[in-house]
């Protein structure tokens, strides 16, 4: 018979060192992914020689920075080791759609396992539990993330949701883009304190406000 081994596969560096100090999950194989996927462009092929160049390109890093930060920590995924896969990410669209770009790698690559997804809070804890199969997600990949069009149907809740903020969250209309258009008075660090505090539901860092307050007030 053969033994069940699970990979976890977090939402970034801030969820795996948390999960590493509490000693959850202990003894089990954790990686983090440590991407944005929600800023900036990206390739129909994944985690491919052209994928690295262009999320470099994204996140003003080398090719080689940016494979050693998220590519090496995904070796263990590569290699096709593990019989079960877990995902644990928040219910915030940077983290929904981090969530389709593994689905839909596992997709591409043909796996045809049950995929069990944790939905965590603020504090990491756990909230919802999903079982799913990958099938399916390449294709919102490509509907999402590379053409940016509203897939006609999103089984996930959360997922739908992030995909909904995603598309419209660097509209000109969008309730963050009108925060940051009614607020050219603060400091760029206030701007983005504000933005940290009021608009959680997209998950967004410090980096990723700065770049788009800059790019709005520059035009």
Same mark, same amino acid.
């Given at each position: 018979?053969? !033994?069940?081994?699970?990979?976890?596969?977090?939402?970034?560096?801030?969820?795996?060192?948390?999960?590493?100090?509490?000693?959850?999950?202990?003894?089990?194989?954790?990686?983090?992914?440590?991407?944005?996927?929600?800023?900036?462009?990206?390739?129909?092929?994944?985690?491919?020689?052209?994928?690295?160049?262009?999320?470099?390109?994204?996140?003003?890093?080398?090719?080689?920075?940016?494979?050693?930060?998220?590519?090496?920590?995904?070796?263990?995924?590569?290699?096709?080791?593990?019989?079960?896969?877990?995902?644990?990410?928040?219910?915030?669209?940077?983290? !929904?759609?981090?969530?389709?770009?593994?689905?839909?790698?596992?997709?591409?690559?043909?796996?045809?396992?049950?995929?069990? *997804?944790?939905?965590?809070?603020?504090?990491?804890?756990?909230?919802?539990?999903?079982?799913?199969?990958?099938?399916?997600?390449?294709? *919102?990949?490509?509907?999402?993330?590379?053409?940016?069009?509203?897939?006609?149907?999103?089984?996930?809740?959360?997922?739908?949701?992030?995909?909904? *903020?995603?598309?419209?969250?660097?509209?000109?209309?969008?309730?963050?883009?009108?925060?940051?258009?009614?607020?050219?008075?603060?400091?760029?660090?206030?701007?983005?304190?504000?933005?940290?505090?009021?608009?959680?539901?997209?998950?967004?860092?410090?980096? !990723?406000?700065?770049?788009?307050?800059?790019?709005?007030?520059?035009?």
């Amino acid at each position: 018979m053969v !033994q069940e081994t699970t990979l976890h596969i977090l939402n970034g560096q801030a969820m795996y060192d948390f999960f590493k100090r509490k000693s959850f999950l202990q003894g089990q194989k954790m990686i983090p992914f440590n991407e944005a996927m929600c800023f900036g462009e990206t390739t129909e092929d994944l985690f491919t020689p052209e994928f690295v160049e262009k999320r470099a390109k994204v996140h003003h890093v080398s090719p080689e920075k940016y494979t050693d930060i998220t590519l090496n920590p995904l070796k263990p995924l590569f290699s096709n080791g593990f019989t079960h896969i877990e995902l644990w990410f928040d219910m915030d669209m940077f983290c !929904q759609i981090n969530i389709l770009t593994i689905l839909a790698w596992l997709d591409k690559k043909g796996h045809s396992k049950p995929i069990d *997804l944790h939905i965590v809070g603020d504090k990491f804890e756990p909230i919802e539990n999903y079982t799913l199969m990958a099938a399916g997600y390449y294709e *919102l990949f490509m509907e999402v993330l590379v053409h940016k069009t509203l897939p006609e149907s999103i089984h996930l809740v959360p997922l739908r949701k992030g995909v909904e *903020l995603y598309l419209t969250y660097l509209h000109e209309d969008s309730n963050l883009m009108i925060y940051i258009k009614n607020n050219q008075h603060m400091t760029e660090k206030e701007l983005v304190y504000a933005l940290l505090e009021n608009f959680k539901e997209y998950g967004l860092g410090d980096v !990723q406000y700065l770049e788009i307050i800059r790019a709005h007030r520059s035009t």
